[in-house]
């Protein structure tokens, strides 16, 4: 259970550096790097024997508008268009002083990681995500959250970025002020050590691997799958309660509806994207697929045994062969192929009838113009062809979007909007910018508040701790 003691003023701390950052994902690893490249003396604290976190099990992809990167596809964006994207899709409900703000910086900041610390971003082309006007995800080359990790650890290393691994943070020591004066984390074999800091990055992510606050605050969700990772506790939500914290959009989460049942493998929207529906284990459609891939997972959850056949063609399979995450899925013989439709649905134990008549419906979209039942157009260019390729597929929580609110320097407030003293927030720790449920998640905003936020929340806290 995370804590909170009022004994910071009293406390000897052996040990006190100016900062330190609770959590080694990509938001923790991105602050640390951005506190370091100021010249200030910082140490990140990981539970896990090797930092992963929620970055880990992600497709890496990070949203930025006005890169390099952009220009050379030339692809035309800016921060006022890709801000007005992410409030489009959570309906307003973001804090529109932190959405600009993470819009306005995100070009930089990936420009900051590549050309500085080496992490080899491109621009993912050939379809937009739901909600994105312009082509604005940068990605590593395998596309895999894991491969992101591995070259922040290496970019980490490099910068001579201190990362103390096996060491599980448990209690803040604060003063009446409510200033944080250190902590206390644990070993692996239960000792207890001490260390003293001017300013606490928060970059712990958010409470999905809790199903107390999941049954509290995302009832939707409680028993859901959860496919993220196991240690996002909530502790700085727990920290954050006992310090009078504001916690604002606890409802909000990111959900996925294509996950590979049983084989657990992330299944990019990009197959929904260029053409590709879902439909139940009768063999009928039941949405449209193009909203956002976030709300599709409680659709999903709600068809007979909460599962679903993601159906596409040859060209949306050749497609999905440059994602890592679709290879694993195929290797492990999630990925099924058809001549025909009567043997696609012979093979999914579906009614012809219905599978067909979905498909009629979608060529009649396609030739019309027109939208469909659901809302959904389609492209004449999309439409599909044998052979038909198919994949088993659930809803999941991924993580959760609500959090500690901060303010446009990553400083936690607490109830009366006021800055708490030297504590500091990102990533799935803060609220992020999805809105309050579970449909104005817009692909990369994770990543983004991570990312971004974190190397915003490691200057402020570097500036709190005197840098120069």
């Given amino acids: 259970m995370a804590e909170v003691r009022t004994d910071g003023a009293e406390l000897e701390f052996e040990l006190t550096l100016p900062v330190v950052v609770v959590g080694a994902g990509a938001c923790g690893l991105v602050a640390g790097l951005a506190i370091r490249s100021l010249g200030v003396e910082v140490v990140v604290l990981e539970r896990d024997a090797v930092p992963r976190g929620s970055t880990f099990m992600s497709s890496g992809f990070v949203p930025a508008a006005g890169t390099r990167f952009q220009r050379a596809a030339s692809v035309e964006d800016d921060a006022a ?3 007005a994207d992410i409030q489009g899709k959570n309906h307003g409900q973001a804090d529109p002083a932190i959405v600009d703000t993470l819009a306005r910086r995100s070009g930089a900041v990936i420009e900051w990681l590549a050309d500085r610390h080496g992490v080899p971003f491109e621009l993912v082309e050939g379809f937009l995500y739901p909600g994105h006007s312009r082509l604005r995800m940068h990605c590593t080359p395998r596309r895999t959250g894991e491969e992101l990790m591995s070259c922040l650890l290496n970019a980490a290393e490099a910068a001579e970025l201190d990362v103390l691994t096996r060491a599980r943070v448990t209690t803040l020591h604060v003063d009446d002020r409510r200033r944080v004066r250190g902590l206390t984390y644990q070993r692996p074999d239960g000792v207890e050590e001490r260390l003293g800091c001017e300013a606490l990055v928060l970059a712990c992510n958010g409470y999905g691997g809790n199903p107390e606050l999941i049954a509290r ?11 993220g990772h196991e240690g996002n506790r909530g502790e700085a939500v ?5 310090l009078d914290a504001s916690l604002r959009d606890m409802g909000a989460y990111q959900g996925h509806g294509s996950l590979a049942w049983p084989h657990q493998t992330l299944i990019s929207w990009a197959v929904m994207m260029q053409g590709g529906v879902q439909v139940n284990l009768h063999g009928a459609r039941f949405s449209n697929e193009h909203l956002g891939y976030s709300e599709q997972a409680a659709k999903v959850n709600a068809q007979p045994e909460s599962q ?6 040859r060209r949306i399979h050749e497609q999905a062969l440059r994602f890592e995450d679709y290879r694993n899925a195929e290797a492990a013989g999630a990925v099924k192929r058809f001549d025909s439709l009567q043997a696609l649905a012979e093979g999914l134990a579906v009614p012809l009838e219905t599978v067909r008549g979905e498909f009629d419906a979608m060529a009649a979209a396609a030739d019309s113009g027109q939208a469909d039942r659901f809302g959904r157009t389609f492209e004449p260019a999309h439409r599909l ?8 597929v659930t809803g999941a929580l991924f993580h959760t979007q609500g959090g500690l609110e901060v303010d446009t320097d990553g400083r936690v407030l607490d109830r009366d909007r006021r800055p708490l003293p030297n504590l500091l927030a990102a990533g799935g720790a803060a609220r992020g910018v999805s809105g ?12 983004l508040s991570a990312v971004v936020l974190g190397a915003i929340a490691g200057e402020t ?8």
């Fill in 81 to 83: 268009r890709m801000a």
């Fill in 217 to 227: 605050h995302i009832p939707a969700m409680a028993g859901a799958l959860y496919f």
């Fill in 238 to 242: 727990q920290w954050g309660e006992a």
């Fill in 308 to 313: 679903a056949w993601n159906l596409y063609d």
């Fill in 385 to 392: 062809a044998p052979p038909y390729f198919a994949i088993r």
């Fill in 436 to 447: 309050a449920g579970d449909d104005g998640y817009m692909s990369g905003n994770g990543l």
């Fill in 461 to 468: 806290a570097a500036a709190l701790a005197g840098a120069p």
